[in-house]
């Protein structure tokens, strides 16, 4: 395909880009960090305030090993206080990996002879679907490399194959989708469809650095993308992600960056983005890229712990990119939302589980590869409770993250009842003795901590009538 930059010309006056570098890199060089101003900060984080860039630049700034302590227990307190233990689940389903783009650290791009280039038709859609259904999934995210082929109509129409396959007792409820951005009328098209959240990840918020890994076709377009999620918002779609890749330029000022596209959004649209993403580049056929920035682990659990101060009402999505101590480390630190039994390979879902990847078919190596039972089986034993919830976006109740946050007794009146019914949904029709044993021992627990609360017999009856064989039971 070739590009004509003409045709991504931004031509909606109210949508302009709002990343200045210099702003940014001013923060970060000129805001002084002492133990008292990160405190002060960190309990305006704990009054539920969102913070400014300046104040997201004095954390940034903290290297004191005690303050970065501080900072990480702050976000501890945060997530225990505002989100308590619930931990939602989903599974990523590649659709295709055609791509025009030549994006250096992915194993997708143009120039990448080596992989295979699959397109999932309706059948293998179907299968995949009923595999991960037969799982225990309720939410998936859909990915679609960028291609002609890929418009907005055929992910429309993929997103509907979806909503269509029911198997024994399960079937999605929620469809998220990763793809490229497209103009006002085609994200139109795909909210048609009934999806829930549209992400699109700015890979790197700095220019010079985005011009440097994206080579060939439309995403070479900075501006194109950076605005991309405000064509959504214009189009209806009310749940967007955003998301950095890091590992591309300094860590710093990509959650500074972060940071100002929130604003961005709360500026315009009174509402901030419902997800943040925060990939670290791993492995993949053909990467290409400069290791100068790569993100160790102790930076990783730093930035994700300034991220959930920095942004007390957004959801945090934490993926399988991470190895499993990494994924029990930050899941303390703020994340709400994470993938299992993740499989990349395109078609890959309705083979089985395998041990090994193959990356001419997938587009980056993963560091967790347990199946959906052992993540569920790990989170109930640490005392999270899994959730398979969908019932904010069934009952149109967009910006769930907001109102949990917002909104008093929220969680305990819907999040957290929701969450033990998908559970047990999940208990009765997926899970082995053990498990089963084990998640209803946290429910009952969990049904005697909201004791004192007006739903809880209502929960105990929908318990009940899952038992009995009840389904899709929500407050
Ligand atoms: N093609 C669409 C696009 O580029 O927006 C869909 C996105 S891609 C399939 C999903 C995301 O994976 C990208 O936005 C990027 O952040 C991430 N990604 C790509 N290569 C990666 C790698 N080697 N390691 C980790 N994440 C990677
Ligand atoms: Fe294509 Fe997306 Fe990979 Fe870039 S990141 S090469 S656009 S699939």
Known sequence: MIYKPEKYAIKDERIKPFIDADEIWNFINKTPS????????????????RLSLEETAVLLNAEDPDLIEEIKEGARTLKEKVYGERIVLFAPLYVGDLCTNNCQYCGFRSENKGIKRITLNEQQLIEETTALIDQGHKRLILVYGEHPKYTADFIAETVKIVYTVKHNHGEIRRVN????PFDIPGFRTIKDSGIGTFQVFQETYHRPTY????????????????????????????????GALFGLYDWRFEVLSLVRHVNHFEAVYNVGPHTISFPRIQ????LNINKKYLVNDEEFVR??????????Y??????????????NQVLRFGVSQIDGGTNLELGGYSKGKKQTQDLSMEQFQINDNRSLNEIMDELIKTGYIPSFCTACYRLGRTGEHFMEFSVPGFIKRFCSPNALLTLAEYLEDYAPEDTKKEGYQLINNKISELASHQNVDKLKE????????????YF
């Open 283 to 286: 492995n993949a056929m053909s």
């Open 462 to 473: 929908k318990v009940g009538e899952i038992k009995a064989g009840k389904r899709d039971l």
């Open 314 to 327: 957004t959801g945090m999505i934490l993926t399988a990119r991470e190895p499993i101590h990494i994924r």
């Open 211 to 242: 011009a440097s890994v994206h080579l060939g076709g439309v995403k070479r377009n900075y501006d194109w993308r950076l605005t991309s999620l405000d064509r959504a918002q214009e189009a209806g779609i009310d749940d967007v992600g955003i």
């Open 34 to 49: 002492t133990k008292q101003r990160v405190r002060e900060i960190i309990q305006a984080s704990l009054d539920k305030k």
């Open 303 to 312: 930035l994700v712990s300034i991220l959930r101060l920095a942004v007390p």
């Open 177 to 180: 989708i990763n793809a490229a």
